[in-house]
């Protein structure tokens, strides 16, 4: 499967943003999709992730109440909506498909990644 990142964009704090990952192949469906995210100089953390039904997510501590993850299998594509965004969030984010499903947070459990769409958050 190969995924495309999109949305990314130079906002200000407070601000929100939607990130956009389209996916190309009829397995989507069947798939775990997770987001990650890499600042500079750090290493890629994992963000969020939603179950190939959407009826599961989970979220890391440093997002959770602020950002959504959301997936339309129809259209083969899954969301990133952040909003309250904070300097901190600055990163190039990452889509990714997990084969295996469940709802796992670490980046090399995750298969097929997308190319990255940067997020800047100014002060």
């Known amino acids: 499967v190969q995924l495309q990142a999109s949305g990314g964009g130079l906002v200000q704090a407070g601000d929100s943003l939607r990130l956009s990952c389209a996916a190309s192949?009829?397995?989507?469906?069947?798939?775990?999709m997770g987001w990650f995210r890499q600042a500079p100089g750090k290493e890629r953390e994992f963000v969020a992730a939603?179950?190939?039904?959407?009826?599961?997510?989970y979220y890391a501590d440093s997002v959770k109440g602020r950002f959504t993850i959301s997936r339309d299998n129809a259209k083969n594509t899954v969301y990133l909506q952040m909003n309250t965004l904070k300097p901190e969030d600055t990163a190039v984010y990452y889509c990714?498909?997990?084969?295996?499903?469940?709802?796992?947070?670490?980046?090399?459990?995750?298969?097929?990644w997308g190319q990255g769409t940067e997020v800047t958050v100014s002060s």
């Open positions: 192949g009829r397995a989507f469906n069947s798939y775990t």
């Open positions: 939603i179950i190939s039904s959407g009826t599961s997510t």
């Open positions: 990714a498909a997990d084969r295996y499903g469940g709802l796992r947070q670490t980046a090399h459990q995750y298969d097929y």
